[in-house]
């Protein structure tokens, strides 16, 4: 590394630090002034307040860090547009793309640094911000999804209209016993609550309905009535803030579980893809940055902290379209590629997008 090399790698992760810290004051000031009368109307302990409020650091850290790094280079490099240090380089014989490469090297432990944070320990740090707010913050949880299906075991199929998962309670169950293509068995109840103490779920206004195979029926009804079934209220209220508390590792497990289920996998697919996917778009906002910052102009900064800003949101709306798209969308059978494929390219479309206007400004850039 010369000494060009340690002079804007020492900038660009200095200014780096500098605003990620800007960012996370601000998150911490607004969230604080927002949730302090609830902090002290349940007593919460500060220590615990100071690890919860790390916590969010280190969330909005990995949400915000491609976006930060972006705007990073942008700031520094267009300073050292405007003093004409860049000029100085290329005029002294520097190529153009060897600018990149302290560029690169600062992006490339970022990115390293981003990955970790994504795979390993922002999800350790989540369950600890969760804990925190189900406790102190939010203590009510809603689970706004409604006709809920699952096959909690082979020939057992479970239909909830509505759950409230803060009172572990699932209303209009209906539970369906099949063996083939044979109906045994339907139970119908208007609720059906979790007790979690007995692993028992407790039905209330119960009706049940016997087929026996030589077409008879024998139906009952209990106004309340204790069984135990092989489910939890947590395989039917699947929260995005409990994903993600999981590793990585975790998180495969979970979504192989949840398709046995035969219940939709395609937001949680994204999230495991978008954990790499977003790191990796520190690289490509890197090539952006610098082949839009390096150049002199005459709006000074103004006019490239703009661009930045532009470019940020416009990458942030269009992964937005293109995942909600990747979950709903139907896949036709002559399509060659199934949903879990859709859904790897739709986390990783956004990059390539970008790395093609990257490459195009990068042509542009002057040399």
């Known amino acids: 590394m010369k000494r060009i090399d340690r002079y804007i790698v020492g900038k660009f992760l200095g200014t780096f630090g500098f605003m990620l810290g800007v960012f ?28 919860y409020y790390l916590n969010v650091c280190f969330h909005f850290a990995s949400l915000l860090s491609g976006f930060i790094v972006f705007l990073t280079i942008i700031w520094f490099t267009s300073r050292l547009a405007q003093n004409s240090e860049i000029v100085a380089m290329l005029a002294g014989g520097m190529p153009f793309k060897r600018l990149f490469r302290p560029y690169f090297m600062a992006s490339g432990l970022l990115m390293v640094l981003a990955l970790a944070l994504a795979h390993v320990i922002v999800p350790k740090a989540n369950e600890q911000k969760l804990a925190f707010e189900e406790s102190f913050v939010k203590t009510t949880v809603h689970v706004q999804d409604r006709n809920l299906y699952r096959e909690v075991e082979p020939g057992t199929v479970v239909y909830f209209r509505s759950v409230n998962y803060s009172r572990a309670t699932g209303y209009k169950l209906q539970l369906e016993q099949w063996n083939g293509p044979e109906l045994q068995q339907r139970l119908l109840a208007a609720k059906a609550t979790y007790m979690a103490k007995d692993s028992t779920w407790r039905l209330v206004n119960a009706s049940v309905r016997d087929f026996n195979p030589d077409g008879s029926q024998r139906h009952r009804f209990l106004s309340r009535m204790d069984t135990a079934l092989t489910m939890r209220i947590d395989d039917f209220a699947e929260r995005k803030e409990v994903v993600e508390t999981m590793p990585t590792w975790t998180l495969r497990k979970h979504i192989d579980e949840v398709r046995m289920r035969g219940a939709d996998t395609a937001n949680l697919e994204l999230t495991l893809h978008s954990r790499t996917a977003n790191a990796a778009a520190i690289l490509v906002l890197t090539l952006i940055g610098v082949s839009i910052a390096a150049r002199r102009m005459r709006g000074g900064m103004g006019l490239h902290l703009f661009a930045a800003v532009l470019i940020g949101f416009t990458y942030v709306f269009a992964s937005k379209v293109i995942t909600v798209w990747a979950a709903a969308v139907a896949v036709p059978p002559w399509f060659p590629l199934n949903e879990q494929g859709i859904r790897f390219v739709a986390a990783w479309l956004p990059n390539v997008l970008f790395a093609g206007l ?10």
């Open 24 to 51: 996370c004051m601000v998150v911490v000031v607004f969230d604080l002034m927002e949730s302090v009368s609830r902090l002290v109307e349940h007593n919460a302990p500060l220590g615990d307040t100071a690890l």
């Open 358 to 367: 990257g490459g195009w400004l990068y042509a542009r850039a002057p040399k």
